[in-house]
């Protein structure tokens, strides 16, 4: 029920995925009527892969996180993140409330043995393919020790996704030692001992947009302002872009050629609302698709929830926690 | 002496500045025989407003500011402080190391009464102009008092580099009150009672870029990060249109139309590199130019000194503390 459009484009993108993945199995959790009534619009769905479970709240997007823990016991976000608890689901994919969501879900699901608090991570774009960015939000102030269990637990979701050996660094103003505050050269020389980590020592702002790291660690302020203001750069970038093609006669034409590829280029920068971000070190998946994602954002949102369940990705977490964690 | 290419670049963007501004006079600091080899390359030249101050060391890119503060009392960087700090010149024009820089302003020309520690401001551009981000890295931890300064620094710059009455807003991860550190929160509620500041309150990545505010304020690491990955940011995007543009026959044909306006946009979006950077709250103007800033970047940035004399921006900002300090 969640996110700027709620089911309007959350059913449509579950049922495109349905279509695209033959093993796949959707619970739309919210009102049984609304889902019923744009369910109805799209014939020929196969509804023996596509069930409803009714959920009659609905968590607000300026609610805080405790009254989303404490009042609501039937909102669709609980009822969902249980069903996952209980078993019958593998993963939940939300469009709601950021902080609510993760506060149900550390509840409901509980972090892994030796994980203090779960991170957000989201793949962005870099020059010479992408880069995992956590914490992106969820922490705003991390100890050293958390700054290195998100390193793990990047390296092993890098992994999953396909990296072999990532090699992780930290976010920092500089790369020469003596750079930085307490937490991250406390969090470098952490990572130096750890074992099986290609960790690469420090990267700049710039250094990750060129792909210097597979990996990259910081807190949840720096990693939000750092996702929003790139999300608010590239669609100032587009606008000027835009404008520029549309001020003269030749520009024109330009322009008229350049916008389609302007808007594929927008939507591969603007990775958070593209493909959601998932949360990493509980006991259970849960992916977090952008508020203002439209259907396709939701889907590929879905897409990524169900190549973690096929990776086993809190499995994996575990069995390599077990061995780095400190 | 600084920068990448040092007076290669520094010399004729001098030589530019003295043309386009009768009443300028340029003290270039450094090795004489050098400078005055340059100087030779350009005929023409009106010497009696272009001097030399012959300065035997120059302080290396990878120099610790201690090394620069207790070493080399002959480096360029020193000798042309002292003339500021002297009365000699009104501003300090650099593109050595930033670090050094710092350190050796606050040695030599000292903070105004009841500034901690001086911060590095730049103009950044927004859907709707621009704005004043700050601090950009020299300060990596920052208490509320501390970014309530800057907060005004940013305010008083703003004005005298033209915006009236600028709003000025804290940089946060979310526009709630609850969102934030505690740092940031403390220096919400300072604002809030500064009498005479325009504060509107908290202002995401996103909303930045979207001009929603004059002044923005961060501390350092925030700011730094900010700044590089945004940088970062802009020239994959660069890299990847011409790419497309170059990908096909229409497109390549877009491209040979598009790229002059690519490489325009560019160098406006990428402010530190191109107009360089203050630092404020010294009792002088010092102008940090960018490393790799190329002739036209360190022009840029001796015509941002020459605004902050004929402004008397250490003066304006002095006055003002005095109301606004608590």
């Not at 968590?59 to 405790?66: A, D, I, L, M």
């Not at 016991?73 to 069903?83: F, G, I, K, W, Y």
């Not at 792909?211 to 587009?238: H, M, P, Q, R």
Request: hydrophobic residues 40%; glycine residues 12%; contains cysteine.
């Amino acid at each position: 029920m969640g996110g700027d459009f709620g089911p309007r484009f959350i059913v449509p993108a579950s049922i495109s995925c349905l279509a695209e993945s033959p093993s796949l199995h959707v619970v739309l959790v919210g009102q049984t009527a609304l889902l019923e009534e744009i369910i109805a619009r799209h014939p020929g769905v196969d509804r023996s892969r596509l069930h409803i479970k009714h959920a009659g709240e609905v968590v607000g997007t300026n609610e805080r996180p405790s009254q989303a823990l404490r009042g609501k016991p039937d909102s669709s976000m609980r009822v969902a993140l249980e069903l996952v608890r209980d078993g019958y689901a593998q993963a939940c994919v939300s469009a709601g409330n950021t902080g609510a969501l993760m506060a149900l879900s550390r509840h409901l699901l509980k972090t892994l043995p030796g994980i203090d608090r779960p991170a957000m991570v989201t793949a962005i774009p870099t020059r010479t393919g992408s880069c995992h960015l956590l914490d992106l939000g969820a922490n705003v102030d991390c100890s050293a020790e958390q700054l290195y269990q998100f390193a793990v637990m990047g390296v092993v979701a890098a992994e999953a996704l396909g990296t072999p050996h990532p090699r992780v660094a930290l976010l920092n103003i500089g790369t020469e030692e003596i750079k930085g505050n307490q937490q991250v050269k406390l969090a470098a020389s952490l990572l130096q001992k750890g074992e099986g980590l290609n960790f690469i020592g420090y990267v700049e702002g710039d250094g990750l947009y060129r792909g210097e790291a597979d990996v990259v660690v910081c807190d949840g302020f720096v990693g939000n302002i750092l996702l929003k203001s790139s999300e608010g750069l590239v669609s100032l970038v587009s606008s000027r872009l835009e404008a520029l093609f549309r001020s003269g006669v030749t520009s024109r034409l330009v322009g008229v050629l350049a916008l389609p590829l302007l808007r594929r280029l927008q939507a591969e920068l603007a990775p958070a609302r593209h493909n959601g971000a998932s949360f990493l070190g509980l006991q259970g998946i849960v992916v977090k698709s952008h508020g203002s994602a439209g259907q396709e954002g939701f889907q590929s949102a879905i897409r990524r929830a169900v190549v973690e369940v096929r990776e086993n990705l809190p499995r994996r977490l575990h069995g390599r926690l077990e061995d780095l964690l400190l």
